[in-house]
């Protein structure tokens, strides 16, 4: 391969150094249609301008399906298959290396370069993937613990399936916006009172709005309905990976959730990072995950004893006021499933899978409060409220609050594999008028 | 309008008289695109041969959107609206009407008939749509209670939070298959010891696999994120309804489903007939649902006292045997809560909806065993034994049973509204081998 200094600026610091190229989906004031595009220091490289210009001359693999360039998702390029993603992630970062082996492509193309490299700045970022399905996952066991302390006490803590399977369910698919999108403060059915002998909801705006802290990952392969993607294969069926900030309305959720699980509080919305991080880029960060002290059953066995990633996760709050505070920080290692495990489970019944499925890790937590990744820990569900910067406190959401999740491996400045951010702000609730 | 008598030979008893005009998407082994098309008695009229025909030369609303009826589902026909819908349907009624004021369009043109009017035995008929979300409801009080009595006995049987809200849970929308796919049985974990103090699963072949008597409504409307739809919209979103067996893993349920609800139970497969009947056909059919003893929060409300409707629902079970039972006569009218209903309240949060999203009822059960629609009601979870004609017995599914669901509204047997079949089979579990 080539090196990984560029004859390109690449900002030190950027989160994406040639070490990355993660793929999203772009357009531009000037040219509306979505297009594919990799991302590669303050720039968009845009692939469908790129491909029409021969830019892939030095990549016969890719010329058969360059049309997959002009899709207004990922779903067709990742349908492609990883030994696809490899190939034109390394071409690209071949192209971008200070000793390319195709210069002309690019490097000493400097009319090309104005046409498909596009300042970030300057580029609207869509959802990366049309959604088919999205499942959402409890693997992050110290957020499992905390959560069953609050409601059950530290003895039952844990349920007694929790260290057998990736505990999980079903989401809205069409509720996962991309970073930037405003979401609305929910209204719903909740209980004032929840001690009392006769449960009577009130209908109110969500007074317990929170964050779930997650790492999102899009799927790339597919399967027969009743046929199971094997452990050793699910890895291979994994695109990439998205920071994902699932909304929760904590209070909705504890009147509804019985006996079929999470449903309104959960559906309004659902943010990811437009920027995918392919699998590949990842893989030099793979570390192990949180022990499990228990024996899982042959279909969730794991060959190697690295199968999660090494990502440093950081949770900001920047309230109305203009105060911004960082409320946690936690490596993505506090999983107790992978994404393959998560994958084998979710098929081995023989539920069936499509390129741009999305599966969410659940919420990400440290063992200290300074790693918790919701504000139902870190305020005890309300009742220890949090200080912010200037002074402010909380428990939970205030409208006005915008939430900016960041993710990033590795240390060398010239060679980080970043996430970008994932951003959302809190709207007021609608005020509903009933006849 | 004109009269519901036609020219054409319509079966005495056909589900399909000129009184329903379902809806559906068909190919054939000489014309393979799926495309849309009316059933009508044994005959599917293929409407985008018709459009291509000038079959719609008597409709000019229709003209500018003709393309839908090419499409490979029904997704873009029902996104023009029910006002569309409707006079579609009526369009179509009259072309068929003894008195017909288009005679010419296909009445006296034998040719074109032979080239529109396809026997239902030589069509295939795929999924309706493409479905985007698929929620699955609890709408069945029957069936809340009686499941609540297994679990929790009769005291606790329904939750608190059961008469206030229809309770539900996001499916898995790849999971549902048109009417005739075969169902295999699921591998998962199984816990063959509930009430040990140490709970160790069991990796098996389901061995309490359930159907699920439902109704499934298909949404025709959509809605920003963050917007509620008010109940008094919510009809005029719906565009027509199907029957729905939502095949179940009860012992992988039971096992899986705390906290976050049913999940691998329930993704493997569920089954809908291939014919939409519209909301339009179904309009003289309207009844009073179950009474709610319990006064619900005003987003819930109806002015309409006739919300749910009148559809004999039949249950049959045909064994490798070759004997076919009767299990289960009961009307639609048994549930708590409406199609409206569960759309404004799957809203209430801003959760968008797409045309193409489905909406199923939850299992409906009347009061008494042979109205029970599901065998864990009907075998108290497998202690009672069911007896089959020629004396087989079953608690749950055994390989090579064959369910069919049928439903029909209407008793004058010239004017009939039915469904068709939802019929499925279910083939052994997958022997897995693991390293």
Chains 1, 2 share one sequence.
Not at 136 to 143: L, S, T
Not at 253 to 267: D, H, M, R, S, T
Not at 324 to 339: E, K, Q, Y
């Amino acid at each position: 391969m080539a090196s990984l200094r560029s004859w390109y600026s690449i900002p030190r610091g950027s989160h994406f150094s040639l070490a990355n190229i993660p793929f999203g989906i772009i357009s531009t004031a000037t040219s509306t249609s979505p297009r594919v595009a990799v991302a590669i220091g303050d720039h968009a490289l845009d692939l469908e301008a790129f491909a029409a210009n021969n830019g892939f001359s030095g990549l016969s693999t890719i010329q058969p399906h360059q049309a997959v360039f002009s899709q207004p998702s990922l779903n067709a390029f990742a349908a492609l298959g990883r030994p696809i993603h490899s190939v034109v992630r390394k071409y690209i970062q071949g192209v971008f290396a200070e000793d390319t082996p195709f210069p002309d492509v690019l490097k000493t193309n400097s009319t090309l370069q104005k046409q498909v490299l596009l300042p970030l700045k300057e580029v609207q970022a869509h959802l990366p993937f049309k959604i088919g399905d999205y499942t959402d996952f409890f693997a992050g066991m110290n957020h499992a613990y905390n959560c069953g302390v609050i409601f059950r006490g530290p003895q039952n803590a844990l349920q007694p399936n929790y260290k057998h399977l990736p505990v999980g369910y079903h989401g809205r698919a069409s509720s996962v916006v991309p970073s930037g999108t405003p979401i609305r403060r929910p209204n719903g059915q909740i209980l004032l009172n929840p001690s009392a002998e006769k449960k009577v909801p009130t209908f109110s705006p969500c007074k317990k709005l929170d964050i779930e802290l997650e790492l999102g990952a899009f799927v790339c392969g597919s399967n027969e309905q009743g046929v199971p993607i094997p452990i050793e294969k699910a890895e291979e069926n994994l695109f990439g990976v998205v920071l994902m900030n699932d909304w929760s309305a904590r209070d909705i959720q504890a009147w509804e959730y019985v006996p079929l699980g999470p449903f309104n509080a959960k559906n309004f919305g659902t943010t990811i990072s437009t920027w995918v991080v392919l699998a590949d880029a990842l893989e030099p960060f793979k570390a192990r995950s949180l022990e499990n002290d228990n024996e899982v059953l042959p279909y969730l066995r794991e060959k190697d004893d690295k199968t999660v990633y090494d990502i440093d996760l950081q949770v900001d709050v920047k309230t109305s006021s203009g105060s911004t505070t960082t409320i946690s920080n936690v490596n993505a290692r506090n999983l107790l499933w992978s994404f393959p495990q998560m994958l084998a489970h979710h098929t081995i019944t023989g539920c069936p899978f499509q390129p741009g499925d999305l599966l969410g890790s659940g919420t990400i937590s440290g063992n200290s409060s300074a790693e918790y990744g919701s504000f139902i820990e870190q305020s005890e569900n309300g009742k220890t409220p949090i200080t912010l910067e200037g002074g402010e406190k909380r428990t939970f959401l205030e409208d006005g609050d915008e939430i900016t999740i960041r993710g990033v491996c590795g240390t060398d400045e010239e060679a980080l594999v970043g996430f970008g951010e994932c951003v959302g702000r809190i709207e007021p609730a609608l005020t509903l008028k009933f006849a």
